[in-house]
């Protein structure tokens, strides 16, 4: 399975909410990643540019896509970023792939 990074930040509304009732949002994200055959592998809060991580595994692109939509679209969420994140062999196997692809650079 493949993991992914996901980059978070609440609305003002959704952390006004967890102040009045605080909640451990770690369980809906179990729940979430679960319902597509994936697991949850960590999630944390953060000083920053966004608000927090999380860090999962899902089966593949379209299931992790599925679950992005599902964020992005209930209101509770100002932005959200998730990146595919590739071993280092996956890493390996696309550098020998790149040294067959065939390409020059403009002008030359």
């Known amino acids: 399975m493949t993991m992914y990074l996901t980059r978070f930040s609440y609305t003002p509304e959704t952390w006004s909410a967890m102040i ?3 909640e451990d949002r770690r369980d809906m994200a179990r729940v979430i990643i679960e319902s597509v055959g994936g ?6 809060y953060a000083f920053g540019q966004y ?3 999380t ?28 990146i595919v994140l590739m071993t280092v062999e996956e890493t390996l196997a696309a550098l020998k792939g790149a040294a067959q692809v065939p390409y020059r650079r403009p002008a030359q």
Do not use: C
């Open 51 to 53: 608000d927090g991580y």
């Open 55 to 82: 860090l999962w595994e899902a089966p593949d692109n379209t299931s992790m896509a599925s679950v992005a939509l599902v964020l992005s679209s209930r209101g509770a969420i100002k932005s959200q970023e998730t």
């Open 39 to 44: 697991r949850l592998h960590g999630f944390w």
């Open 20 to 22: 009045d009732r605080p």
